[in-house]
């Protein structure tokens, strides 16, 4: 698969973040998720709007980081190349602004102004997922690595799997919603 441009550069910026986090948060003793993760709290009480955009390039831990960028290396680079940068780019912090919003809509109805993070750009990679879902419905592709189904198949699942998942354990902090 080719990198484009435009994914070249989210996956390293999401990988320096990752790197400053883990070695501030784990070696040096400082706050960076609690500063720069998506908290409900925080934008209502102290007016971090800036959360809406920084949550998108922490992450919870290694597997998650992973995750996502495989499926924006993936997936990304392909619709990238079909859409052009400008509206690729536009395309995916619409999507991971829309999730954030979501969340704290989510948790000051259901849940008062909870402080449980939201951190990762899951929102973003699933918006991709769901695009290319629409414009590659009949392409086949392996869930979990092993069993072969057409992508609109697969997004639904995934989309089944994460609302199960925003529901039932939203206290993760990771970026369900």
């Given at each position: 698969i080719r990198t484009t441009p435009t994914v070249r550069w989210l996956l390293i910026i999401n990988i320096a973040a990752f790197l400053v986090q883990l070695v501030g948060d784990h070696f040096l003793g400082t706050?960076?998720?609690?500063?720069?993760?998506?908290v409900p709290s925080a934008i209502f009480d102290r007016h971090r709007y800036w959360q809406f955009l920084t949550y998108m390039f922490m992450h919870a831990d290694m597997f998650h980081i992973l995750f996502n960028?495989?499926?924006l290396w993936m997936?990304?680079?392909?619709?990238e190349a079909q859409w052009g940068a400008k509206f690729f780019i536009k395309y995916y912090f619409v999507c991971g602004l829309s999730a954030g919003l979501f969340y704290l809509g989510v948790m000051s109805i259901f849940r008062g102004q909870a402080s449980v993070p939201m951190m990762g750009s899951s929102g973003a990679v699933y918006g991709l997922l769901?695009?290319?879902g629409i414009i590659y419905s009949e392409r086949m592709m392996l869930?979990?690595?092993v069993f072969p189904m057409k992508a609109k198949h697969f997004v639904m699942i995934l989309a089944a799997i994460e609302f199960v998942s925003t529901v039932f354990y939203s206290n993760a902090g990771v970026a369900n919603a």
């Open positions: 706050n960076i998720l609690e500063m720069f993760s998506l960028m495989l499926i997936i990304g680079s392909e619709l769901v695009a290319y869930f979990m690595m």
